[in-house]
């Protein structure tokens, strides 16, 4: 194994990953404001779920996403 090459690829992927989640938390949070469906002020329970199938990984992550 590549070690190197290894590292690499997995910052790759994380960086993809918090980017485009960032950005799918903004925009659904920015919808339900602006839907009246949320406050703004709020703190919201969030979970990420990985999964390396050819690993057999399935891993939670559990957090917050406060508003306020």
Known sequence: MDQD???ISIRKFLKMV?????????????????A????GTET???KM???????KLDVQF???IRLH
């Open 44 to 46: 919201l329970p969030a």
């Open 18 to 34: 918090g980017v485009s989640s960032q950005r799918e938390i903004e925009q659904a949070v920015a919808k339900a404001v602006a």
């Open 5 to 7: 090459a290894f590292n």
């Open 49 to 55: 779920t990985l999964q390396i199938a050819g690993l």
């Open 36 to 39: 009246a469906a949320i406050a």
């Open 62 to 64: 559990d957090g917050e």
